[in-house]
């Protein structure tokens, strides 16, 4: 399914009720093995998420990583 078909399915979810939704693709976004894989979260209307959103997300990640005082790499996956 395409980036714009799952905009679109986020859009009419539940009546249009969703508050967004996780997109898994293959793509430009690094993230996974061989940084060919993204992870992206669009907002209710199906629009990609702000900078606002992603930069709370990685401040949060960044926070329970040394909270929990994890040591090893950890791989943020991009949400755009």
Excluded: W
């Amino acid at each position: 399914m395409s980036t714009p078909a799952v905009s679109a399915a986020i859009r009419r979810r539940e009546g249009g009720k969703a508050l967004g939704g996780i997109v898994l693709t293959a793509s430009h976004n690094p993230g996974g093995p061989g940084e060919d894989f993204g992870i992206k979260y669009n907002e209710a209307f199906g629009q990609p998420a702000g900078e606002d959103f992603t930069d709370a997300v990685r401040r949060r990640r960044e926070r329970e990583q040394r909270e929990r005082g994890i040591q090893k790499k950890v791989v943020f996956l991009c949400i755009v």
